[in-house]
């Protein structure tokens, strides 16, 4: 079983509409979680960042954490062409952090 | 301004070499990271050194090898023995271990001919 699980995409969205990814992960221990956007050819960025369970929003961006079901993910509200990119599902575990392949997500006009 | 610096932007290796790849961080941040990235790929942990003069094996060391001389800087030298070196190599720095996420370089893309 991998550490984190993401569906690889593409997942497409009509721009304006919401962009909904999701991630599991694997370790119980875990006590923050992130999503990194990474564009093609470029170094990942953080966007979010949480943990605790429940929701955190940050502009257009919300996170939701359910650690029972070992689960996280990403809502994008009004997507925008620039929001299309690969986001990365990760986790924090023993001084080091956890990533998953990634979701890559397009915004078609 | 504050930031990780990774240099060359690009490199090209050829078979048998050693190649050093550079990251310096202003940050004051004591604990840094070598990830790689192969195409359509997560990061991959290759060192992790969470204080000067000590360093860790991530989960593919092999054929590569790191120095934690200076909190700024942490080198990762590809070695001859890695057999498959080209990939993205991203260098990480993070105040806690993690804990709040980390801050990335821009990356080095190392390229075999």
């Known amino acids: 079983q991998k550490e984190v699980e993401q569906n690889s995409g593409p997942l497409s969205v009509p721009e304006g509409a919401i962009a909904s990814l999701n991630c599991t992960y694997s370790d119980r221990g875990s006590q923050s979680f992130f999503w990194y956007r990474q564009y093609s050819g470029k170094s990942p960025e953080l966007i979010m960042f949480?943990?605790?369970?429940g929701d955190k929003e940050d502009g257009r961006f919300t996170a939701q954490l359910n650690k029972a079901s070992q689960y996280v993910s990403l809502l994008i509200r009004d997507s925008q062409p620039s929001d299309s990119a690969t986001y990365l599902c990760?986790?924090?575990?023993?001084?080091?952090?956890?990533f998953g392949s990634g979701t890559r997500l397009s915004i078609r006009p | 301004d504050g930031g990780i610096t990774q240099s060359p932007k690009y490199l090209f290796r050829k078979e048998g070499q050693n190649v050093t790849l550079s990251c310096e961080q202003n940050l004051n941040h004591d604990a840094m990271y070598w990830y790689r990235q192969d195409p359509g790929q997560g990061l991959r942990l290759i060192y992790y050194s969470q204080i000067v003069n000590d360093f860790q094996k991530g989960d593919i060391a092999e054929g590569y090898s790191v120095s934690r001389e200076k909190k700024e800087s942490f080198p990762l030298t590809v070695t001859s023995a890695q057999k498959n070196p080209t990939a993205f190599y991203l260098c990480?720095?993070?105040?806690?271990?993690?804990?709040?996420?980390?801050?990335f370089g821009s990356g080095t893309r190392l390229t075999v001919v």
């Open positions: 949480i943990y605790s369970n």
């Open positions: 990480a720095s993070s105040i806690d271990e993690g804990y709040y996420g980390y801050t």
């Open positions: 990760s986790y924090s575990s023993a001084s080091k952090i956890i």
